[in-house]
């Protein structure tokens, strides 16, 4: 007997419509009807949930070959979590090209390293496109971090794009503009979220 027939009898022999059981393991009802219709399976905290309340073990629900397609496919969605959590967070660390002193202002004759709040030895051009770089970049990355809780599969992939195309002009245009110290931050920023990307392929 299939998990969805062995599910369907189990509800019925406890008198459950879907929508009870549903209740009972704080899913949806559509959740519980995939599972009977045999078009998807449970997590694995879904699976010990109805172990527990039908009473019956897991590998009488489940083959075991079944159980580690399922344990395999949940690791990899975990993985995938986390490097999106990990992408946002490194764009968020956008906000050091701002506030640490990477910028040179001469003053009497010597160069100070200042923060871009007081750097003003550039064009107000280069200011204005530094700003609006790294504003955008953390942005993104909080937009990220909130879209991962969403688990936005779609939204996610169109953030991971944009922050790589925003990372790489700003490493661009800092090399164009010379700010040595900024655009090695730019870069290890970009080189982390490359190894992040990485990490996030071999889990599909």
Known sequence: ??????????????????????????????????WESGRGYPNIESL???SKFFEVSIDDLLSGEKLLSI??????????????????????????????????NTIDGFVYSVNLLNYYETTSINLVIYWVMFISLFVVGLVKLIETKLHNEKANKFLQFLSIVINVFMVIFLSLTREAYAVVIAFLLLIVKGGILLKYSKSR
């Not at 999106?84 to 002193?101: E, W």
């Open 71 to 104: 344990a395999e496919k949940e690791n990899k969605s975990n993985i995938r979590n986390i490097c999106d959590l990990l992408f946002g967070i490194v764009d968020l660390f956008s906000f050091i090209l701002v506030v640490l002193p990477l910028y040179p």
């Open 1 to 34: 007997m299939e998990f969805n027939e062995k599910l369907q009898e189990l509800r019925k022999n406890k008198g459950l419509t879907q929508e009870e059981l549903a209740e009972i393991l704080y899913v949806s009802r559509t959740a519980i009807s995939k």
């Open 48 to 50: 010990k949930e109805l």
